[in-house]
């Protein structure tokens, strides 16, 4: 694999290759750091404008789902496990950007 990965053990790898395939699919990440030929293909990435807004944010965010799972729990314990199921399910589709699934989970969690 990449020669900066050489010290990771290769579950390690496994690990951030698919952290940064998350990050690229949620736009918080992009291949390339410039408009030069070289420098706009992997291995080199930026921040997309989006990716600037979710590090500003400073507080836990859907991009760290058990994080935010656990954020929520902690804020709200005795909440409902059909509430629980339904974000952790919304979660999972904005992950994958199934922006149709995103707004029926929201209409569900809606109706009575």
Same mark, same amino acid.
């Given at each position: =694999?990449?020669? %900066? =990965?050489?010290?990771?053990?290769? /579950? *390690?790898?496994?690990?951030? +290759?698919? @952290? !940064?395939?998350?990050?690229?699919? /949620?736009?918080?990440?992009?291949?390339?750091?410039? +408009? *030069?030929? #070289?420098?706009?293909?992997?291995?080199? =990435?930026? #921040?997309? &404008?989006?990716?600037?807004? !979710?590090? %500003?944010?400073?507080? #836990?965010?859907?991009?760290?789902?058990?994080?935010?799972? /656990?954020?929520?729990?902690?804020?709200?314990?005795? !909440? &409902?496990?059909? @509430?629980? =199921? $339904?974000?952790? /399910?919304?979660? %999972?589709?904005?992950?994958?950007?199934?922006?149709?699934?995103?707004?029926? $989970? %929201? !209409?569900?969690?809606? &109706?009575?």
């Amino acid at each position: =694999m990449n020669k %900066q =990965m050489n010290n990771l053990t290769e /579950e *390690d790898e496994v690990t951030v +290759l698919e @952290v !940064v395939n998350n990050l690229i699919i /949620e736009g918080v990440i992009t291949w390339g750091r410039s +408009l *030069d030929p #070289i420098e706009s293909q992997p291995p080199f =990435m930026s #921040i997309t &404008s989006y990716g600037e807004k !979710v590090l %500003q944010v400073g507080k #836990i965010i859907p991009h760290d789902p058990d994080g935010y799972l /656990e954020h929520f729990n902690n804020r709200i314990p005795k !909440v &409902s496990p059909l @509430v629980v =199921m $339904y974000l952790t /399910e919304s979660i %999972q589709c904005f992950h994958r950007n199934n922006l149709l699934a995103k707004k029926n $989970y %929201q !209409v569900g969690c809606r &109706s009575p």
